[in-house]
C-alpha cells in the first residue's frame, strides 16, 4: 500500500476539482476511473479499468487529499499509483503545493 498525500494552493478546492473533473469524464463515456462504493463528500473510492486495485481518497481538515493506493501485485500497484498521478498533474496541476508518497 501507498499513502499519497497532496497540499493544495492557499484557496484551492482540489478534492471537488478532482472529484468533479473524475465525474465529467466519465459521464462522456470517457476516463479510465470508475467511482465505486457510497458518495460522501469528505472520502471516494476509485477503482481503475484496467489495473486491478483501488484508490481511496479523502479531503482532509485543510484540504489536503490523501490517496490511498493498494492492488493486489506490486506491479499493478505501481501502474495504478502512476496513472493517479498522472491524472492529478493533468487536471489540476496548477493547484498542487506539494505532494507525498509514503511506502507501506
Do not use: C, N
Request: glycine content about 8%.
Amino acid at each position: 500500500m501507498k499513502i499519497v498525500e497532496i497540499v493544495p494552493r492557499a484557496r484551492s478546492k482540489l478534492y471537488g476539482t478532482l472529484v468533479a473533473k473524475e465525474a465529467a469524464i466519465r459521464k462522456s463515456g470517457r476516463g479510465t476511473y470508475v467511482r465505486v462504493g457510497r458518495k460522501s463528500q469528505r472520502a471516494a473510492r476509485w477503482k481503475h479499468k484496467k489495473f486491478k486495485g483501488t484508490l481511496a481518497l479523502t479531503r482532509g481538515d485543510s484540504d489536503a487529499v490523501t490517496a490511498k493506493v493498494r492492488a493486489t501485485t506490486p506491479e499493478d500497484e505501481r501502474k495504478l499509483l502512476s496513472s493517479f498521478l498522472g491524472f492529478v498533474d493533468r487536471h489540476a496541476g496548477d493547484q498542487v503545493t506539494t505532494i507525498t508518497i509514503h511506502y507501506r
